[in-house]
């Protein structure tokens, strides 16, 4: 068939199936992509959530650092205030501890040993 325009009673009797020369291809790759797409966004969707929940979970172990840090510092704070001088002092002396009279220094036993290796402790 020629491709010239023709009158539409020239087209009675003309077979079209037979016109087309290539078989209806059928478009396979749309609904691939459609249910890829599909796919792609839920897995976008979880990875968000997932990073909102990350976030939630950071949110609070930085508060917790933060309570813990601040515990530490005041049982810092406790203990150098037991660790003064004058309250250990003070303590002594309700509890009726005194100055000692004489100080006796004892070696220690691995002093001991260096010096004269076959002595009896």
């Given at each position: ?41 839920m ?39 037991m ?18 009279a004489r ?19």
């Amino acid at each position: 068939m020629s491709r010239t325009p023709r009158a539409i009673s020239d087209l009675v009797g003309v077979d079209f199936a037979r016109v087309r020369t290539a078989p209806r291809r059928r478009r396979v790759w749309l609904p691939a992509a459609l249910l890829g797409a599909l796919v792609a966004a839920m897995a976008l969707a979880q990875l968000r959530i997932s990073i909102l929940h990350l976030r939630y979970a950071l949110g609070e172990a930085s508060a917790a650092t933060r309570t813990l840090h601040e515990e530490r510092s005041r049982q810092t704070a406790r203990l150098e205030g037991m660790r003064a001088p004058e309250r250990q002092a003070k303590l002594a002396r309700e509890r009726g501890f005194a100055t000692p009279a004489r100080v006796i220094e004892l070696r220690d036993a691995g002093e001991r040993e260096q010096r004269d290796p076959g002595a009896r402790p």
